[in-house]
């Protein structure tokens, strides 16, 4: 992307949404200063993030209702090989509540020489951003989120990964794809899963089983802290069970696979 850093055109935005039959509201919302600082905290200043801004502006694209959604942090730990059906009696007993049963395929983008992942203001901390196509068992309709995500290396958290992270849901994927090939980023890895997701809203603490291709099912934990964290893998008897605090690139590795990548 010639100009990465550089700002955002966004007459060009409107015309290139107008072409594509995108109706553009009247109304211009104003987007809170923190809200422009976590995006920007994530993916940099650069065009990536105005194009996100000036979206959420005209209502395009909204913060989704995932309740962890309303943390700037994600704090999570993977569980690996995990006995998924006894562990759902488990949380049911603890009054865990089933959120979401199906199919979800994560499609990542990065410009040619890699600018997120290596974040070119900022090159220790890497950034994502994906499309994210989810559809519940059963159904038909899918719902399509975009997902920025960057580690905090500086974090004090020694048991999770922790990472800033938003998630928006997106007005239209063909024409939001259709943007970010226009602004530089292309397809550049690709994962599908099945997904089984938990809660505890009281507690503020999730609990996703994963199951990839050839990886054995998996416990993803997501919690407030390392403390909160281990309280439940006490609970569900994983004391001894292998961990990863890394991202599912490492997790591929860790079975000697290879995600999909375009690039």
């Given at each position: 992307m010639?100009?990465?850093?550089?700002?955002?055109?966004?007459?060009?935005?409107?015309?290139?949404?107008?072409?594509?039959?995108?109706?553009?509201?009247?109304?211009?919302?104003?987007?809170?200063?923190?809200?422009?600082?976590?995006?920007?905290?994530?993916?940099?200043?650069?065009?990536?993030?105005?194009?996100?801004?000036?979206?959420?502006?005209?209502?395009?694209?909204k913060?989704s209702?995932?309740?962890?959604?309303?943390?700037?942090?994600?704090?999570?730990?993977?569980?690996?090989?995990v006995?998924?059906?006894?562990?759902?009696?488990?949380?049911?007993?603890?009054?865990?509540?089933?959120?979401?049963?199906?199919?979800?395929?994560?499609?990542?983008?990065?410009?040619?020489?890699?600018?997120?992942?290596?974040?070119?203001?900022?090159?220790?901390?890497?950034?994502?951003?994906?499309?994210?196509?989810?559809?519940?068992?059963?159904?038909?309709?899918?719902?399509?989120y975009?997902?920025?995500?960057?580690?905090?290396?500086?974090?004090?958290?020694?048991?999770?990964?922790?990472?800033?992270?938003?998630?928006?849901?997106?007005?239209?994927?063909?024409?939001?794809?259709?943007?970010?090939?226009?602004?530089?980023?292309?397809?550049?890895?690709?994962?599908?899963?099945?997904?089984?997701?938990?809660?505890?809203?009281?507690?503020?603490?999730?609990?996703?089983?994963?199951?990839?291709?050839?990886?054995?099912?998996?416990?993803?934990?997501?919690?407030?802290?390392?403390?909160?964290?281990?309280?439940?893998?006490?609970?569900?008897?994983?004391?001894?069970?292998?961990?990863?605090?890394?991202?599912?690139?490492?997790?591929?590795?860790?079975?000697?696979?290879?995600?999909?990548?375009?690039?």
């Amino acid at each position: 992307m010639k100009n990465f850093n550089s700002k955002l055109n966004s007459k060009d935005v409107l015309e290139f949404l107008n072409d594509n039959w995108v109706e553009i509201p009247n109304t211009i919302f104003s987007v809170q200063i923190n809200q422009k600082q976590r995006i920007e905290n994530i993916l940099g200043d650069n065009k990536i993030s105005d194009l996100i801004i000036l979206l959420i502006s005209y209502g395009l694209i909204k913060i989704s209702e995932n309740l962890w959604n309303q943390f700037e942090r994600e704090k999570e730990i993977k569980i690996l090989d995990v006995d998924s059906k006894k562990l759902w009696e488990k949380l049911l007993d603890l009054w865990a509540k089933k959120i979401f049963e199906g199919r979800i395929i994560d499609t990542y983008f990065d410009t040619k020489k890699k600018d997120l992942k290596n974040w070119t203001t900022n090159w220790w901390n890497k950034s994502s951003i994906r499309i994210r196509y989810k559809v519940n068992s059963g159904e038909q309709s899918w719902k399509y989120y975009c997902t920025i995500k960057r580690r905090d290396k500086q974090s004090n958290e020694s048991l999770l990964r922790d990472c800033y992270e938003e998630e928006f849901e997106i007005f239209n994927p063909i024409v939001f794809y259709k943007l970010l090939l226009r602004f530089g980023l292309n397809e550049y890895k690709l994962k599908v899963k099945n997904r089984v997701w938990y809660s505890l809203d009281k507690e503020k603490i999730k609990f996703d089983f994963d199951k990839y291709d050839n990886i054995p099912e998996l416990l993803e934990i997501e919690a407030e802290s390392s403390k909160q964290a281990l309280k439940y893998i006490k609970k569900l008897n994983l004391e001894e069970k292998e961990t990863l605090n890394w991202g599912s690139s490492s997790l591929f590795k860790h079975y000697w696979l290879e995600m999909k990548k375009y690039f």
